[in-house]
């Protein structure tokens, strides 16, 4: 008897140790050894570190982030998390599933070059490999994600606050989400109307909707949003078995308002634990790239996209200006580029407010790059409108997880500059050869189609990307 519990223990140790480089394999990032370590203390769920990983060049890269290492614990280390959970008996048909899934993409990864096309279900669908970490991998996730995944949305609560939320102006995404996953034909896909056939528990509170109709303005007390959230998770976890199986690690929220963590810290378990999908996607103030996902912000005025976006100009069309931005003076960055730049050169117009007579998006269109820096907080919709307008992105920022960033190699279609750089932008812009600026060109079309929204949602754009950024999180997530 102690032997055979010992080839059982045996065998389920080398299955659990099989699943847990999957998120790294999507990711693009792959090493022979796995380094398990002991969890970090005071975490709501166990975790243990998943793997280092040092590059050729020694320089350590995040499965998660494409931010510099020192914001981990260790410099040396890569800290991807693997959260185990204490298994009821209801998920292992779910768990069986989700690790037949994680073979399949370990599979695409040793099978295919990360440099070659995978040909989607019709011909406009093409993954090529310079904007993706490994392309067969994501392909591979993704269609697992359209075959599997399941998404039960709590049904309680009553509009505005819950099942609704802003679909136009910027937080569009927000209220974008909530319909197409609760009332559209892409989320009707991923719902299930059955919580024991979930993956992942969607949480559809908007905090957009609380500032609005909950906050006092000018007050700057947020307690009546913490107070919301501790409220909800309270109900929901005191109804249903399903919150306090896992600690909440497969619930999920999603919020594009700046304050948006400000509420998830209404629960310090939600907080800590479940997936927290944020527009305000900063490192420095607690978002953790191993659970968390960074949502594009994406401005729409009246809902629509304007025109002139819709159809950018040939690829040949001369582009005048070399770099272009127009906004707000707010934040702690763009006073700096505004002191440096406006008015400054005739090659780099930059404004505080736009002349009436100029149009914001013919200058995006008509610049080589658009620079994006932060305001109050770390995320821009300008990053979205330069995808849009073939620009390419000028990424002005600082602990700012970058969208999709677990597959998506934004070093192929944008350009960082540190804020310490910015006195000599012209020079940093100037000394990207012509052939480079050709392929970040390529690299910010060929991406445009995971940034777009659309009704109904279709394959790869930015609803699903959401969805796969989830999906990866859960497949981390392993239940036994």
């Known amino acids: 008897m102690e032997t055979n519990h010992g080839k059982l223990v045996s065998v389920l140790s080398c299955l659990c140790a099989a699943s847990i480089v999957i998120v790294c394999i999507v990711s693009g990032h792959y090493s022979q050894s796995i380094n398990?370590?002991?969890?970090?203390?005071?975490?709501?769920?166990?975790?243990?570190?998943?793997?280092?990983?040092?590059?050729?060049?020694h320089e350590i890269r995040a499965v998660f982030s494409s931010q510099p290492p020192a914001i981990y614990f260790n410099r040396l280390r890569n800290n991807t998390f693997f959260r185990k959970i204490k298994k009821p008996r209801r998920y292992q048909g779910l768990e069986e599933g989700l690790a037949r899934a994680r073979a399949s993409i370990r599979k695409a990864f040793s099978s295919l070059n990360q440099s070659s096309a995978?040909?989607?279900?019709?011909?406009?669908?093409?993954?090529?490999?310079?904007?993706?970490?490994?392309?067969?991998?994501?392909?591979?996730?993704?269609?697992?994600?359209e075959k599997r995944l399941k998404v039960y949305v709590y049904e309680e609560g009553e509009v505005p606050i819950m099942h609704d939320g802003p679909c136009k102006d910027i937080y569009t995404i927000e209220g974008r989400?909530?319909?197409?996953?609760?009332?559209?034909?892409?989320?009707?896909?991923?719902?299930?109307?059955?919580?024991?056939?979930?993956?992942?528990?969607?949480?559809?509170?908007?905090?957009?909707?609380?500032?609005?109709?909950?906050?006092?303005?000018?007050?700057?007390?947020?307690?009546?949003?913490?107070?919301?959230?501790?409220?909800?998770?309270?109900?929901?976890?005191?109804?249903?078995?399903?919150?306090?199986?896992?600690?909440?690690?497969?619930?999920?929220?999603?919020?594009c308002h700046d304050w948006g963590p400000h509420a998830s810290r209404g629960h310090?378990?939600?907080?800590?634990?479940?997936?927290?999908?944020?527009?305000?996607?900063?490192?420095?103030?607690?978002?953790?790239?191993?659970?968390?996902?960074?949502?594009?912000?994406?401005?729409?005025?009246?809902?629509n996209l304007n025109p002139k976006l819709l159809s950018p100009p040939p690829p040949t069309t001369p582009r005048p200006f070399l770099a272009f931005f127009a906004g707000g003076l707010h934040g702690p960055i763009r006073p700096i580029l505004?002191?440096?730049?406006?008015?400054r050169d005739p090659d780099i117009p930059v404004f505080e407010y736009l002349p009436k007579e100029m149009d914001y998006y013919s200058l995006m269109l008509q610049s080589k790059y658009c620079l994006c820096p932060s305001g109050h907080e770390v995320a821009s919709p300008r990053i979205v409108e330069a995808i849009y307008s073939e620009c390419i992105p000028v990424i002005l920022s600082d602990h700012y997880v970058l969208p999709f960033s677990d597959v998506l190699?934004?070093?192929?279609?944008?350009?960082?500059?540190?804020?310490?750089?910015?006195?000599?932008?012209?020079?940093?812009?100037?000394?990207?050869?012509?052939?480079?600026?050709?392929?970040?060109?390529?690299?910010?079309?060929?991406?445009?189609?995971?940034?777009?929204?659309?009704?109904?949602?279709?394959?790869?754009?930015?609803?699903?990307?959401?969805?796969?950024?989830?999906?990866?999180?859960?497949?981390?997530?392993?239940?036994?």
């Open 36 to 57: 398990l370590l002991p969890a970090e203390p005071g975490n709501s769920a166990a975790m243990s570190v998943l793997q280092e990983k040092v590059t050729a060049s």
């Open 118 to 145: 995978i040909d989607g279900e019709d011909n406009n669908e093409v993954l090529t490999g310079d904007v993706y970490r490994n392309p067969g991998a994501f392909y591979q996730s993704y269609v697992e994600m």
């Open 177 to 255: 989400f909530i319909h197409e996953i609760e009332h559209g034909g892409g989320g009707g896909k991923f719902r299930t109307r059955d919580p024991q056939r979930a993956h992942v528990y969607f949480m559809p509170f908007s905090v957009t909707w609380m500032v609005k109709y909950l906050y006092k303005p000018l007050s700057y007390n947020l307690s009546p949003l913490r107070q919301f959230v501790s409220d909800y998770v309270t109900f929901i976890s005191t109804k249903y078995p399903f919150w306090n199986t896992t600690q909440g690690a497969d619930h999920f929220m999603l919020a």
């Open 268 to 303: 310090p378990v939600l907080y800590n634990t479940s997936i927290r999908v944020l527009c305000n996607a900063n490192t420095s103030e607690g978002f953790n790239p191993q659970k968390d996902v960074s949502l594009p912000e994406i401005h729409l005025y009246g809902g």
């Open 338 to 343: 505004l002191n440096h730049w406006m008015g």
């Open 409 to 480: 190699r934004w070093e192929a279609f944008s350009v960082t500059v540190e804020v310490s750089e910015i006195p000599r932008l012209k020079e940093v812009l100037t000394a990207v050869s012509e052939e480079k600026y050709k392929r970040l060109k390529e690299g910010v079309r060929a991406v445009r189609k995971h940034f777009e929204l659309n009704q109904p949602a279709k394959r790869f754009d930015v609803f699903h990307m959401i969805l796969h950024s989830i999906w990866l999180r859960r497949i981390n997530l392993r239940l036994g």
